[in-house]
């Protein structure tokens, strides 16, 4: 009797987990935060603090690249940060306000961009709601599955 007791709890238990962790996944907004270098010369040391607190390094920035990374929820401050070092070695520090607003559910990523100038724009690019790949990877191809003939009408000849 114990052990049937015992093995039901943990099978509930598991389940609850399970379905716990599903629902996280599933429900959660996906926001990705980037800082990207549109210089023509490489950064590094870069720092992106938010509301006081850093929340991404990256040691270096190649010219034209951008680096990610997800927090836990949509970000809590739209005053930020972004520091970084210059080939010379001289430090530059811009503080940035993200304009648009998104709300809990937001979905898509938020931009520091690191400009010429040395200057540095925030903007929000919003998903358009849709999680397909842009490749078309595990897409069917059109001929699949579809008889053809060379020299038909609607068929390439090969």
Known sequence: MKKKFLASGCFVALTIIALGLSGCVTT???C?????NVKDEPVSDVVLTLGGVTR????????????YYEPTRVLSSREATVTWRNR???????????????GSKFRGKVYFQIN????????????????????PWGK??????????PGLPGQEDF
């Open 56 to 67: 991404h390094t990256a040691p270096k920035l190649n010219p034209h690249s951008e680096t």
């Open 140 to 149: 069917p191809e059109t001929w699949e599955g579809s008889v053809g003939f």
């Open 28 to 30: 959660s907004p996906r």
């Open 116 to 135: 010429k100038g040395d200057t540095v724009r925030a903007y929000v690019s919003p998903d358009k709601g849709s999680d397909e790949p842009l490749m």
């Open 32 to 36: 990705q935060v980037a800082v990207s």
């Open 88 to 102: 010379d070695g001289e430090t530059f520090s811009r503080r940035v306000t993200v304009e648009e607003k998104m």
